[in-house]
Nanobody, 123 residues
Framework: HVQLVESGGGSVQAGGSLRLSCAIS????????LAWFRQPPGKDREGVAGIDSDGLATYDDSAKGRFRISHNAAKTTLQMNNLKPEDTGMYYC????????????????????WGQGTQVTVS
């Protein structure tokens, strides 16, 4: 059973930076896809960035040029720069088989493993 635990959220002013981390445990040897989702207040979760087991990253348009996702065997990291107020929300780490989610990585319902979330507030 895969466990994901996020850390690194906080409050920053617009233009600032934050780095989120997601510790991973219990993963099998299968190829795994990891993603970060953002849930603004009162809205659905939306995909921000994803990365496959080969390190190939993909981003939502809102994150391109500002966010960078990376990973190793133990964690995935989301570096967020030039933050905007619209980036505010609860950020979740999600993961599942790469074969299952790679083609539709923006769909939250595709992922079977989720962290508890970490709050990001940009003012």
């Amino acid at each position: 059973h895969v466990q994901l635990v996020e850390s690194g959220g906080g409050s920053v002013q617009a233009g600032g930076s934050l780095r989120l981390s997601c510790a991973i445990s219990g993963r099998s040897n299968e190829n795994y896809f990891l993603a970060w989702f953002r849930q603004p207040p009162g809205k659905d979760r939306e995909g921000v960035a994803g990365i496959d087991s080969d390190g190939l990253a993909t981003y939502d348009d809102s994150a391109k040029g500002r966010f960078r996702i990376s990973h190793n065997a133990a964690k995935t990291t989301l570096q967020m720069n030039n933050l905007k107020p619209e980036d505010t929300g609860m950020y979740y780490c999600a993961g599942d088989s790469q074969q299952k989610v790679r083609r539709n990585w923006l769909a939250a319902y595709e992922y079977g493993s989720w962290g508890q979330g970490t709050q990001v507030t940009v003012s």
